[in-house]
Nanobody
Framework: QVQLVESGGGLVQAGESLRLSCAASGRIISINGMGWYRQAPGKQRELVATITSGGSTNYADSVKGQFTISRDNAKNTVYLQTNSLKPEDTAVYYC???????????????WGQGTQVTVSS
């Protein structure tokens, strides 16, 4: 079984920063793509950023230049550095990882439990 555990969310004021972390554990052989989504109250979940195993990144237009995604393959961990936070960044942030494990023949996408980011004005 593979688990993703997120940390780093919280309540901050506009303009401040947070670093979100998401660590994968379990019977992992390798991890392909990793990334972050977010869901604000009353809105659909939206893609924030992705990163491949080789380090190629992709961002939603709304966070380009503001957020930075990175990963530590040795630690099976993905990070999201969120800078200059705005009230509209308030959401639950979910990480995912596409994992090749000893349990299944094909890679499976796993999700974290979500971490709340609240930005006050």
């Amino acid at each position: 079984q593979v688990q993703l555990v997120e940390s780093g969310g919280g309540l901050v004021q506009a303009g401040e920063s947070l670093r979100l972390s998401c660590a994968a554990s379990g019977r992992i052989i390798s991890i392909n793509g990793m990334g972050w989504y977010r869901q604000a109250p009353g809105k659909q979940r939206e893609l924030v950023a992705t990163i491949t195993s080789g380090g190629s990144t992709n961002y939603a237009d709304s966070v380009k230049g503001q957020f930075t995604i990175s990963r530590d393959n040795a630690k099976n961990t993905v990070y999201l550095q969120t800078n200059s936070l705005k009230p509209e960044d308030t959401a639950v942030y979910y990480c995912y990882a596409n994992v090749r494990s000893t349990q299944y023949l094909v890679p499976v996408t796993y999700w974290g439990q979500g971490t709340q980011v609240t930005v006050s004005s």
